[in-house]
């Protein structure tokens, strides 16, 4: 690797390091904590945690991390992913054990919030997205990864317009670039992977499977 190429790796990963832990710095040393309780302080964080891992998530999908092969950065994705199931499951259950009403609300959709139906949404895309793991061999692969794709982007989105509406321990600076960045990674692995393409692709080859029928059946 060239010293451009160094330089270049090295401050992708500054970056990344940088985004990640301020935003967590931030929220963890918030004034908004006094007086919180152990279990509230661990569901925020989780939160925050599970922000951060989104933009891990596209990253290593894309294999755009310098300096790691893409059939590592794969599999870092599927530890990742479980890492981001574990930040969420903490996220919502220690808000439960301090709040359990407002939680249902949440969870039913009744919550006079607006932040609580897209964190909801988000939510059930990653549950989802997590049980498509156990499908990832009976689905055909361009289909799998189409869906994998749209629930990724469900979540993205859910995730980052919840993050943004609440007014909490995450300072305002910090919370606003990680969700751009966030955005932007999940834009350009979107846009590398073709998913337009297959999406063309898949109803060209629906299209033409039901004319195939229609002309067997006459």
């Known amino acids: 690797m060239t010293l451009r190429g160094k330089v270049r790796s090295f401050l992708i990963w500054a ?4 985004a990640i832990a301020v935003p967590i710095t931030v929220a963890a040393t918030s004034p908004l904590l006094a007086w919180r309780d152990s279990i509230y302080i661990a569901a925020g964080l989780a939160g925050v945690v599970g922000l951060a891992l989104l933009l891990v998530q596209p990253l290593l999908a894309g294999g755009l991390l310098p300096g790691l092969p893409l059939r590592l950065a794969r599999r870092l994705h599927g530890l990742v992913g479980a890492g981001l199931l574990a930040a969420v499951v903490v996220h919502v259950a220690g808000l439960w054990l301090t709040s359990p009403p407002d939680v249902l609300d949440a969870l039913l959709f009744r919550s006079p919030t607006d932040f609580s139906a897209w964190g909801v949404v988000a939510l059930w895309a990653v549950l989802a997205a997590a049980g498509m793991a156990a499908l990832r061999g009976r689905l055909r692969p361009a289909v799998w990864r189409l869906l994998h794709v749209m ?36 834009a350009k692995v979107v846009v590398d992977q ?13 299209g033409r ?4 029928r229609r002309q067997t059946q006459a």
Do not use: P, Q, W, Y
Request: aromatic share 0%.
């Open 194 to 206: 073709r998913l337009l393409a297959d999406l063309r692709r898949l109803a060209s080859r629906d």
């Open 151 to 186: 629930l990724a982007l469900v979540i993205v989105i859910g995730t980052v317009v919840h993050a943004l509406l609440i007014d909490g321990t995450m300072g305002i600076v910090s919370k606003a670039v990680l969700c751009a960045v966030v955005l932007v990674a999940a």
């Open 15 to 18: 970056a990344l390091a940088a």
């Open 209 to 212: 499977r039901r004319t195939a």
